[in-house]
Nanobody, 125 residues
Framework: QVQLAESGGGSVHAGGSLKLSCVVS????????MGWFRQAPGKEREGVAV???????KYADSVKGRFTISKDNAKNTLYLQMNSLKPEDTAMYFC???????????????????WGQGTQVTVSS
């Protein structure tokens, strides 16, 4: 049973930074396509960053140049470094992993098989 557990959320002022972590257990971590998604109150969940199993990273236009997704295979951990945070980045952030037998679903969140419980990020102006 694959399980994902996020941490690292918190409250910061605009311009600040946070680093989210997502620890993966129960699966072959290195072969997963994984992503970070977020959901703000009253809004639909949206993709933030995706890291394919070959190391290719993709970012939503709204976070390009500010956020960086990375993986540490030795620690079975996915990261999201968030810099220059804005109030509009306030949301619950979730990590997700796709079934390794399938192509990477990229921004198609319904195709991700495994999800964490989320970690809250709040950015004040």
């Amino acid at each position: 049973q694959v399980q994902l557990a996020e941490s690292g959320g918190g409250s910061v002022h605009a311009g600040g930074s946070l680093k989210l972590s997502c620890v993966v257990s129960g699966g072959t971590y290195s072969s997963y396509c994984m992503g970070w998604f977020r959901q703000a109150p009253g809004k639909e969940r949206e993709g933030v960053a995706v890291r394919e199993s070959d190391g290719t990273n993709k970012y939503a236009d709204s976070v390009k140049g500010r956020f960086t997704i990375s993986k540490d295979n030795a620690k079975n951990t996915l990261y999201l470094q968030m810099n220059s945070l804005k109030p509009e980045d306030t949301a619950m952030y979730f990590c997700a992993a796709a079934d390794p037998s399938l192509f990477c679903p990229m921004w198609a969140e319904t195709e991700y098989a495994y999800w964490g419980q989320g970690t809250q990020v709040t950015v004040s102006s």
